[in-house]
């Protein structure tokens, strides 16, 4: 606020207006869990990792800062309770913040299908619940991978049932596979793409399904444990392969009960389940609450006992607060990242020195540690989650531009490029970005800043979804923030996104490069770890530093604050798997 | 009085055309579209050939004056065909929210009653006296007031002094009426609060108007009870606006309490909307729309129609 010298400020009626203002936000913001950063939500304490799936790359990992605020974080197993008997009984209740488009498991690819939906069905391999990424069997009992890496042999285990009590067979999982892999005409397959290795699916015997390669993909197994890979029955999906859109039949841990659009999804223990003993409780109670303020007051409230995609951390905050040690709380890197499109056919964007002076202008590293404490972000990252098997070491990841610890160094470098590039000061782009607050306001706010430190002003746009996929997809902006999830850490997921365009439906970017896509069919069929790893980090580097067709901003970061009786669920880096609740089981 | 029913039943079909028309243009001139928006989710690599296909399927390919009339001929027949999201039918998602919405609009309604007509008509007798004045400052802090801060404020202060939360599922009234209540008597006093705010200041008004005319003098002098002259007299001759207002409001109440719906988590009608909007949705948001609409022609008809009982001056012709 400015005023002129001279200018007197009216006292009296101006200042008890805005003391009654800030009585009436502070009473309103107090408490309430609001996800936008503004004001923060304090700073959060360090939170152990140990429950997490796998451990952050410890060079590439900031720490999140200094904390004050209390913590009930319990590390490691205790917050899921390992080596505790678990106990039969009881409702787990917990909210989900969408719902499901449908409820076709193939077609849809968000967790706002799977959160509900998941329990009710079985796959054919699924990773370990407790140690992740490991592929244990679901309805396979055991399989066999040939030599030459082209064959893959499941035996099916002769105790499953679908909920209506008819077997399932290995007809069943070769139909669901044909559904997923070769999609009839007007069915949706959103993985289709992901098995294109597979030239067919035999089931021989009605306990073996065989699946034939055109070429060997190391990560098949690991495709297969999709948990959108829900096993649907043959039958039904001879008579109406949209059957399952609008209809629930599977032979999960879990019946389906009811459904209420808007409201809540109910779940029964299915008492023939094929694992004995499983699962532990006698149902669930999915409810939908589209807010997160909402979200926190029914967790607080004793309404629900988790949810299951992830809070920011002043809602972790403000439940650990009010609850205490009635609350656990786990972390865990997240296999989802915040980066940076740019449209490479628009000038200067098609420039690579300038795509690369914007991303070096970014202090990755510092920007980690502050916005870790108000935005569900944290790691510093390539395409790669760090600490992943295939992540690019953190001493080669620092030669990536934009990558390095010396920012100013970097900014200096990146002012010189501009001028290359005959780009002048005070030069305006504009940046879009989606109207949600987590994490993308508070990250395209931190990039406007960052862009700003090098003579660069930034119009940030932000967007509602419709018009900013719109965009995206139809090459209407310069520079825009998107995201990239996904179920696993597998290159032949997270690099997809950056083939050429007329490759990957999902990259905006406007760039055909010949060498990306070679770099990833190749290492897509290397068998030798070490051989495709080299592969994956020379894409990367393609991709980050090369050419920069685009910039990873940020890796996010999981917090899942839930109540201390809820035992058996232990936190992933994918907010997709381990939720078909079979293991979990309630304390009280 | 037949004559006059008929002509502003015949009268609504024009202004539903109307909103119609207008409702089907705006949606359309709003970027982005339904298969857009479900196939660009999380890690989806959906062929472009899907989503053009599935565009087709929808009929968004069409020309926009088939579009506006299969969608006019069907609401002609009461059939609102299905969600583009959910591909369920609209008068089955309209039906699940229904009875919230009512229920809750006929809750803060009676709330804004029972506030509003007492105190409305108590600062009006008690003018410039330190009884008006406290009435005059609780209905302007109900205007002030957003009611959704207000059902923010009232979920912290049973969060933190008892720590209960309301439930955030609905259950039917008939089904249990504990639970149902539990639900919903906290935005309707937030709402309410603030519904009666208008209420009481317009009431306190219109009597302090209506007790200044020489019939209420007439009947002062002619040495009816005060209570008789306040109430037979002065009140029912006030309440027009007043009934006006409440209708008004009532109408406002189904499908227009979009934040209040968040905060409480209700699922309601105004949380559709919003739902329907944000995925573009254009069958459900029109659907939406017309209902909205719908409601405002006949709650005003109604009105129109208790101002005769109210007021046996007033005759339509």
Same mark, same amino acid.
């Given at each position: 606020?400015?005023?002129?010298?001279?200018?007197?400020?009216?006292?009296?009626?101006?200042?008890?207006?805005?003391?009654?203002?800030?009585?009436?936000?502070?009473?309103?913001?107090?408490?309430?869990?609001?996800?936008?950063?503004?004001?923060?939500?304090?700073?959060?304490?360090?939170?152990?990792?140990?429950?997490?799936?796998?451990?952050?790359?410890?060079?590439?990992?900031?720490?999140?800062?200094?904390?004050?605020?209390?913590?009930?974080?319990?590390?490691?197993?205790?917050?899921?309770?390992?080596?505790?008997?678990?106990?039969?009984?009881?409702?787990?209740?917990?909210?989900?913040?969408?719902?499901?488009?449908?409820? &076709?498991?193939?077609?849809?690819?968000?967790?706002?299908?799977?959160?509900?939906?998941?329990?009710?069905?079985?796959?054919?391999?699924?990773?370990?619940?407790?140690?992740?990424?490991?592929?244990?069997?679901?309805?396979?009992?055991?399989?066999?991978?040939?030599? &030459?890496?082209?064959?893959?042999?499941?035996?099916?285990?002769?105790?499953?049932?679908?909920?209506?009590?008819?077997?399932?067979?290995?007809?069943?999982?070769?139909?669901?596979?044909?559904?997923?892999?070769?999609?009839?005409?007007?069915?949706?397959?959103?993985?289709?793409?992901?098995?294109?290795?597979?030239?067919?699916? &035999?089931?021989?015997?009605?306990?073996?399904?065989?699946?034939?390669?055109?070429?060997?993909?190391?990560?098949?197994?690991?495709?297969?444990?999709?948990?959108?890979?829900?096993?649907?029955?043959?039958?039904?999906?001879?008579? &109406?392969?949209?059957?399952?859109?609008?209809?629930?039949?599977?032979?999960?841990?879990?019946?389906?009960?009811?459904?209420?659009?808007?409201?809540?999804?109910?779940?029964?223990?299915?008492?023939?389940?094929?694992?004995?003993?499983?699962?532990?409780?006698?149902?669930?109670?999915?409810?939908?609450?589209?807010?997160?303020?909402?979200?926190?007051?029914?967790?607080?409230?004793?309404?629900?006992?988790?949810?299951?995609?992830?809070?920011?951390?002043?809602?972790?905050?403000?439940?650990?607060?009010?609850?205490?040690?009635?609350?656990?709380?786990?972390?865990?890197?997240?296999?989802?990242?915040?980066?940076?499109?740019?449209?490479?056919?628009?000038?200067?964007?098609?420039?690579?020195?300038?795509?690369?002076?914007?991303?070096?202008?970014?202090?990755?590293?510092?920007?980690?540690?502050?916005?870790?404490?108000?935005?569900?972000?944290?790691?510093?990252?390539?395409?790669?989650?760090?600490?992943?098997?295939?992540?690019?070491?953190?001493?080669?990841?620092?030669?990536?531009?934009?990558?390095?610890?010396?920012?100013?160094?970097?900014?200096?470098?990146?002012?010189?490029?501009?001028?290359?590039?005959?780009?002048?000061?005070?030069?305006?782009?504009?940046?879009?970005?989606?109207?949600?607050?987590?994490?993308?306001?508070?990250?395209?706010?931190?990039?406007?800043?960052?862009?700003?430190?090098?003579?660069?002003?930034?119009?940030?746009?932000?967007?509602?979804?419709?018009?900013?996929?719109?965009?995206?997809?139809?090459?209407?902006?310069?520079?825009?923030?998107?995201?990239?999830?996904?179920?696993?850490?597998?290159?032949?997921?997270?690099?997809?996104?950056?083939?050429?365009?007329?490759?990957?439906?999902?990259?905006?970017?406007?760039?055909?490069?010949?060498?990306?896509?070679?770099?990833?069919?190749?290492?897509?069929?290397?068998?030798?770890?070490?051989?495709?790893?080299?592969?994956?980090?020379?894409?990367?580097?393609?991709?980050?530093?090369?050419?920069?067709?685009?910039?990873?901003?940020?890796?996010?970061?999981?917090?899942?604050?839930?109540?201390?009786?809820?035992?058996?669920?232990?936190?992933?880096?994918?907010?997709?798997?381990?939720?078909?609740?079979?293991?979990?089981?309630?304390?009280? | 009085?037949?004559?006059?029913?008929?002509?502003?039943?015949?009268?609504?079909?024009?202004?539903?055309?109307?909103?119609?028309?207008?409702?089907?243009?705006?949606?359309?001139?709003?970027? !982005?579209?339904?298969?857009?928006?479900?196939?660009?989710?999380?890690?989806?690599?959906?062929?472009?050939?899907?989503?053009?296909?599935?565009?087709?399927?929808?009929?968004?390919?069409?020309?926009?004056?088939?579009?506006?009339?299969?969608?006019?001929?069907?609401?002609?027949?009461?059939?609102?065909?299905?969600?583009?999201?959910? !591909?369920?039918?609209?008068?089955?998602?309209?039906?699940?929210?229904?009875?919230?919405?009512?229920?809750?609009?006929?809750?803060?309604?009676?709330?804004?009653?029972?506030?509003?007509?007492?105190?409305?008509?108590?600062?009006?007798?008690?003018?410039?006296?330190?009884?008006?004045?406290?009435?005059?400052?609780?209905?302007?802090?109900?205007?002030?007031?957003?009611?959704?801060?207000?059902?923010?404020?009232?979920?912290?202060?049973?969060?933190?002094?008892?720590?209960?939360?309301?439930?955030?599922?609905?259950?039917?009234?008939?089904?249990?009426?504990?639970?149902?209540?539990?639900?919903?008597?906290?935005?309707?006093?937030?709402?309410?609060?603030?519904?009666?705010?208008?209420?009481?200041?317009?009431?306190?008004?219109?009597?302090?108007?209506?007790?200044?005319?020489?019939?209420?003098?007439?009947?002062?002098?002619?040495?009816?009870?005060?209570?008789?002259?306040?109430?037979?007299?002065?009140?029912?001759?006030?309440?027009?606006?007043?009934?006006?207002?409440?209708?008004?409001?009532?109408?406002?109440?189904?499908?227009?309490?979009?934040?209040?719906?968040?905060?409480?988590?209700?699922?309601?009608?105004?949380?559709?909307?919003?739902?329907?909007?944000?995925?573009?949705?254009?069958?459900?948001?029109?659907?939406?729309?017309?209902?909205?609409?719908?409601?405002?022609?006949?709650?005003?008809?109604?009105?129109?129609?208790?101002?005769?009982?109210?007021?046996?001056?007033?005759?339509?012709?």
């Amino acid at each position: 606020m400015f005023r002129s010298r001279g200018q007197r400020l009216v006292r009296g009626s101006w200042l008890s207006r805005l003391v009654t203002l800030t009585v009436m936000l502070t009473l309103a913001c107090s408490g309430a869990s609001q996800p936008a950063p503004s004001g923060g939500g304090g700073a959060s304490a360090p939170r152990p990792t140990g429950a997490g799936g796998q451990p952050a790359a410890g060079a590439a990992s900031a720490p999140a800062g200094a904390g004050g605020a209390p913590s009930a974080a319990s590390p490691g197993g205790a917050a899921w309770g390992e080596g505790l008997q678990p106990k039969r009984g009881g409702e787990l209740v917990f909210v989900v913040g969408a719902e499901p488009p449908s409820f &076709d498991g193939h077609r849809e690819s968000t967790f706002a299908m799977l959160h509900w939906t998941a329990p009710h069905y079985s796959l054919l391999v699924t990773f370990d619940p407790f140690d992740y990424p490991r592929v244990v069997g679901d309805v396979a009992e055991s399989w066999e991978i040939s030599p &030459d890496g082209l064959t893959y042999t499941f035996k099916l285990r002769d105790n499953v049932k679908f909920h209506d009590g008819t077997p399932l067979t290995a007809r069943d999982v070769k139909a669901t596979y044909d559904k997923i892999i070769f999609p009839p005409p007007g069915v949706v397959s959103a993985r289709r793409a992901v098995y294109s290795a597979v030239e067919r699916v &035999d089931a021989p015997d009605p306990h073996t399904v065989v699946f034939t390669l055109k070429y060997p993909q190391p990560a098949m197994l690991s495709l297969l444990a999709s948990p959108f890979n829900f096993l649907y029955k043959a039958d039904i999906l001879e008579q &109406d392969p949209h059957w399952y859109e609008r209809n629930v039949l599977g032979s999960g841990p879990f019946r389906f009960v009811e459904y209420v659009p808007g409201s809540h999804w109910v779940g029964r223990r299915y008492e023939d389940y094929h694992i004995p003993g499983q699962p532990y409780l006698d149902g669930f109670r999915a409810i939908f609450v589209r807010d997160p303020a909402a979200q926190v007051a029914a967790i607080r409230g004793g309404r629900a006992q988790i949810e299951f995609r992830g809070f920011a951390p002043s809602q972790r905050d403000d439940l650990v607060r009010a609850l205490g040690n009635e609350i656990v709380v786990q972390e865990s890197p997240w296999t989802c990242s915040l980066y940076v499109a740019f449209n490479n056919e628009r000038p200067p964007f098609n420039d690579v020195r300038f795509r690369k002076a914007l991303t070096l202008a970014v202090d990755r590293w510092g920007g980690s540690q502050a916005l870790s404490q108000i935005a569900i972000v944290k790691e510093v990252g390539g395409l790669q989650r760090p600490g992943s098997p295939f992540a690019v070491p953190p001493d080669q990841l620092v030669t990536f531009a934009g990558y390095g610890r010396d920012i100013n160094a970097a900014r200096q470098q990146a002012r010189q490029l501009l001028r290359e590039a005959g780009v002048p000061e005070g030069f305006t782009f504009t940046l879009k970005n989606r109207d949600v607050p987590m994490p993308y306001e508070p990250v395209g706010i931190f990039l406007v800043d960052q862009w700003r430190r090098i003579g660069l002003n930034v119009n940030h746009v932000q967007q509602e979804s419709g018009p900013f996929l719109n965009d995206l997809r139809s090459g209407e902006y310069e520079a825009s923030v998107d995201f990239n999830c996904d179920f696993m850490d597998e290159p032949d997921l997270q690099l997809a996104k950056f083939l050429s365009a007329d490759k990957s439906p999902a990259n905006y970017g406007r760039y055909n490069d010949p060498v990306l896509d070679d770099l990833y069919d190749r290492q897509s069929r290397e068998l030798n770890v070490e051989a495709r790893k080299q592969l994956v980090w020379q894409y990367e580097r393609r991709v980050l530093d090369e050419q920069v067709y685009a910039m990873v901003v940020l890796w996010w970061q999981r917090i899942v604050p839930h109540h201390a009786s809820v035992k058996g669920w232990k936190i992933t880096p994918s907010h997709y798997v381990n939720q078909d609740l079979r293991t979990v089981w309630l304390a009280q | 009085m037949a004559r006059y029913i008929l002509t502003r039943l015949l009268l609504m079909l024009p202004t539903l055309l109307g909103v119609a028309v207008l409702t089907f243009l705006l949606l359309r001139v709003v970027p !982005g579209d339904v298969v857009t928006l479900k196939y660009s989710g999380e890690g989806a690599y959906v062929p472009r050939e899907t989503i053009e296909a599935e565009r087709e399927r929808l009929g968004l390919n069409q020309p926009l004056w088939k579009q506006f009339v299969d969608w006019v001929w069907g609401v002609a027949r009461l059939d609102f065909g299905t969600s583009m999201w959910t !591909g369920r039918p609209i008068a089955q998602e309209i039906a699940i929210r229904f009875q919230l919405s009512l229920q809750l609009a006929i809750m803060a309604t009676l709330i804004a009653v029972l506030l509003a007509l007492p105190l409305g008509t108590l600062a009006a007798l008690k003018q410039d006296t330190w009884v008006d004045y406290a009435i005059r400052v609780f209905s302007i802090a109900g205007l002030a007031t957003p009611s959704f801060w207000l059902g923010i404020v009232l979920i912290l202060f049973l969060l933190i002094l008892f720590r209960w939360s309301p439930p955030v599922t609905f259950t039917p009234l008939f089904e249990d009426p504990l639970a149902n209540l539990s639900l919903l008597i906290w935005p309707a006093l937030a709402v309410g609060y603030r519904y009666s705010a208008v209420a009481t200041r317009m009431t306190r008004s219109t009597l302090l108007e209506v007790l200044r005319e020489d019939y209420i003098r007439t009947a002062r002098a002619k040495g009816l009870r005060e209570r008789a002259v306040v109430v037979r007299h002065g009140l029912r001759n006030a309440l027009l606006p007043v009934v006006t207002v409440i209708g008004l409001e009532f109408a406002f109440l189904i499908g227009g309490l979009v934040v209040t719906e968040q905060v409480f988590n209700l699922n309601g009608l105004g949380k559709l909307m919003v739902e329907a909007i944000s995925r573009r949705d254009y069958t459900l948001t029109q659907a939406l729309t017309m209902l909205g609409a719908a409601v405002y022609v006949v709650v005003n008809f109604i009105i129109d129609i208790v101002y005769v009982l109210l007021d046996p001056r007033v005759s339509y012709s």
